[in-house]
């Protein structure tokens, strides 16, 4: 290992809490064409049973490393054909630990426009600044006297000049930039003021129409709503120190740089220049600098969130394999039905229109009721967009009206978001080219309630809409995080080989979209697969996409068992070893979790399987093809509680968690309008990450604190005490966290407390109702 693959090494083992061999062997791994679900599951003797999350990690810093030494030795190789490279600037650029460390060593000997430090010096002016530096004693405006000429006409352009030489060095002092900056990180201030005439085409954003608080501890979700506002021309923002001290200190840190101690004439011009450099150079420049840094904590914070959610959402509980009807709410439009069968295969369509204008509801109920009776319907999956209150009553209704003895389907209320953009996709006209548009959606509302993950793959993850001011964000690195998350929970759930389609399929380890299509084709052609084995018939598959990929795909009731299971083929070996200690036939084993009790996994270990991966291969004997997702269960929407108007405080309501952010969870109740459950109000203790306590796609008992109406706001809690101030202590984002929401607001624009508009702690009014529709909106 060379020196710089040696440095990376180090650092991401101590970034990850794992050791150097550890990071090492997984780099080789990945740089071998691994997946990290393949070695996450796979490999694990290698990687010391580094996690997927580890994994995840270890990637993107081995990205950001390597692209910081191209960097390093990119810089290197400029100054030392520029002929400056000294030993000690050598060491410091070995010595830099990030990119922008690297980029202040390099200021001074960056290529640039002609600047008026560069023309003072060829004026000869660089000498009076020495003079001034080293004489404190000494009046500067004597010293100019003796520069002045045709091009430096008056000792204020000699000043002028000698200034502009200093103020150039400091903006280049990589030591002082850096002091600044950490000087900046602890005691800047972010303040947001309304643009004077925007107050009311801004309402939305009036928690920050005079908003101050400390850069460092403001959290992501309050960023993102500023930049937003900023980015609308709704509010200007500054980052800056506190104007009366903090000022005073960084220009005395820059002072300090040049040595400033005494009070002579050169002391005096020294110190103004010192202030003069920070109000007109560096003052701008740690503003863009921590302008930038804040963005980058922000969207990676709400990445995050969105890929914690996106996860919850993927890996929610599946209905399972029973025939279904999915019904897309509308009201003009008609509401549409789909029934697919148990495999997800579309067996009809209707569209009914029990709404206005039509009111045919005698109609519709008996439309519903023949393909009910057609089709053994066992569940109903009803999309939770407009009219869908009106839609799960007629459901109700036509099951009331089922005669006795025949079986009840179950109605569920899902979230519709993506089926919009599933229906007009080119995905969807390849699979139901004689369907119209407006149905399909109805297809997938029905499939995602069978099996969510199936069905959701077919959709961006982008528009599933379970994130926090997603289209704010770096939409490249959402995207990577995004398709991350979908790789790994595809590949924690595996994939029935037989059953899946190309998109799900192009989600498996070692795929990807050509050869999913070419799996489904053979499939096509050749009928279902018999063994794992008959992958390597696919045309382009060859050994290496069948060794990332094998052990995530399952065939039911195959010629091979363990091909059900997540057992790796190139470990059916030690599977059968195991087996015949057990003195059975294989299918007997596989289930029967007291025969492998008393096997210790010791005794089949080797050079080649390891305990890690024999204890994955027991586990997976026990329960073979378990799924790692819960047990399917759905909120039950109260009777009679349809929209915002039939919400009073104090009421208690079941309802399924749609989203969650880092100030609290958004609940469907069943209104049409997501509430949210604040981070103080989610439990009768603290709260730090509101993923302690729920997830999307968990059903919650809530109780109704505050509506707001003509805000779209519903305040929610899940506490048990709820309404009382919680137990003395520190918790959520701001100081008064611990607090229960406000029940009101003050008026848009006005101060919020005396201290200038100090954060409230309730971030529902923070938000708005910008936050509502970015993080609920529904296609």
């Known amino acids: 290992m060379n020196a710089v693959a040696d440095r990376i090494t180090r650092t991401i083992a101590a970034d990850i809490g794992a050791k150097a061999t550890q990071v090492a062997a997984t780099v080789a791994l990945l740089d071998g064409g691994a997946t990290v679900p393949f070695v996450a599951r796979y490999r694990k003797e290698a990687t010391g049973g580094l996690d997927d999350t580890q994994l995840r990690t270890l990637a993107d810093r081995l ?35 990030t990119k922008s460390g690297l980029e202040d060593i390099y200021l001074p000997f960056k290529p640039k426009r002609r600047t008026k430090a560069m023309i003072a010096r060829e004026n000869g002016l660089e000498p009076l600044l020495r003079g001034i530096l080293a004489q404190r004693d000494a009046d500067p405006r004597d010293s100019a006297a003796a520069f002045l000429c045709e091009a430096v006409p008056t000792v204020k352009d000699a000043l002028e000049g000698a200034r502009q030489i200093l103020i150039e060095e400091l903006s280049e002092n990589a030591t002082l930039l850096g002091r ?4 900046m990180r602890r005691e800047a201030e972010i303040s947001a003021r309304v643009v004077p005439g925007k107050e009311a085409e801004g309402a939305k954003f009036s928690d920050y129409f005079d908003h101050r608080e400390t850069w460092s501890g403001i959290p992501s979700h309050r960023a993102l709503a500023i930049l937003r506002a900023a980015k609308e021309e709704v509010v200007t923002v500054a980052i800056a120190p506190d104007p009366d001290t903090g000022i005073p200190r960084a220009e005395g840190i820059i002072a300090a740089e040049i040595g400033i101690a005494g009070s002579g004439p050169g002391d005096t011009w020294l110190r103004e220049a010192a202030a003069w450099t920070w109000r007109v150079k560096l003052s701008l420049s740690m503003y863009i600098d921590l302008m930038t840094e804040l963005r980058r904590r922000a969207h990676e914070e709400a990445i995050e969130v969105f890929a914690r959610n996106l996860k919850d959402l993927l890996l929610a509980a599946p209905a399972g394999a029973r025939p279904t009807l999915g019904l897309d709410p509308g009201i003009r439009t008609g509401v549409k039905a789909a029934v697919v069968d148990a495999t997800g295969k579309l067996l009809e369509t209707a569209t009914l229109y029990p709404f206005q204008p039509k009111n045919d509801l005698r109609g519709a109920s008996e439309t519903l009721l023949g393909l009910i009776r057609r089709h053994g319907i066992e569940l109903i999956a009803i999309g939770n967009g407009t009219a869908s209150r009106e839609t799960e009553r007629l459901a109700a209704e036509v ?13 569920v209320v899902v979230s519709e978001a993506g089926a919009s953009v599933y229906s007009a996709s080119e995905l969807a006209a390849k699979e139901f080219p004689d369907v119209d548009v407006s149905l399909r959606g109805a297809v997938s509302i029905a499939r995602r309630l069978q099996d969510p993950l199936a069905e959701l793959v077919k959709i961006e993850p982008q528009s599933i809409g379970v994130g926090q001011y997603q289209h704010d964000v770096d939409q490249r690195r959402l995207a990577k995080a995004l398709e991350a998350v979908v790789e790994d929970a595809v590949n924690a759930v595996g994939v ?17 979209p050509s050869l999913a299509q070419a799996i489904v084709s053979h499939r096509d052609t050749h009928g279902a697969f018999a063994t794992r084995k008959a992958l390597l018939k696919v045309t382009g598959l060859g050994p290496k996409a069948f060794e990332q990929s094998a052990g995530f795909l399952r065939i039911r009731d195959g010629k091979e068992p363990l091909d059900a299971s997540s057992v790796h083929p190139e470990a059916y070996g030690v599977a059968r070893r195991i087996v015949e200690a057990c003195g059975r036939d294989i299918r007997a084993i596989m289930g029967d979790s007291a025969a492998l009790k008393g096997l210790r996994p010791e005794q089949f270990a080797d050079e080649t399987f390891g305990l890690p991966t024999v204890r994955d291969i027991l586990a997976e004997l026990e329960k073979p093809g378990r799924d790692p997702r819960p047990g399917f269960r759905t909120a039950s929407f109260a009777e009679g509680v349809e929209t915002m108007a039939d919400l009073r405080p104090g009421m208690l309501l079941e309802g399924t968690v749609t989203n969650v952010a880092a100030f609290g969870a958004f609940v469907d109740i069943g209104v049409h309008q997501d509430g949210l459950v604040h981070i103080s109000q989610l439990a009768d203790r603290f709260v730090k990450d509101p993923h302690e306590v729920v997830k999307a796609g968990d059903v919650v008992k809530v109780r109704v604190m505050e509506v707001d109406a003509p805000r779209k706001r519903i305040g929610l809690s899940m506490r048990k005490d709820a309404g009382a101030a919680p137990r003395p202590g520190r918790g959520g984002d701001t100081p008064s966290a611990n607090r229960a929401p406000k029940p009101s607001r003050p008026p848009s624009g006005s101060p919020k407390s005396p201290s200038g508009g100090k954060p409230s702690g309730s971030d529902m009014g923070a938000l708005g109702a910008a936050l509502s529709k970015a993080m609920t909106r529904k296609d």
């Open 496 to 512: 029935d080989l037989n059953m899946a389609s190309a998109p799900l399929l192009a989600r498996v380890a070692g795929l990807g």
């Open 399 to 411: 099951i009331a009206r089922l005669p006795e003895g025949m079986a009840r389907p179950t109605k």
């Open 63 to 97: 990205a950001y490393l390597r692209d910081m030494e191209a960097r390093r030795a990119t810089i290197l190789q400029s100054i030392t054909e520029q002929g400056k490279l000294t030993d000690a600037l050598a060491r410091a650029i070995a010595g830099a630990e």
């Open 180 to 183: 600044l900056r950490e000087f």
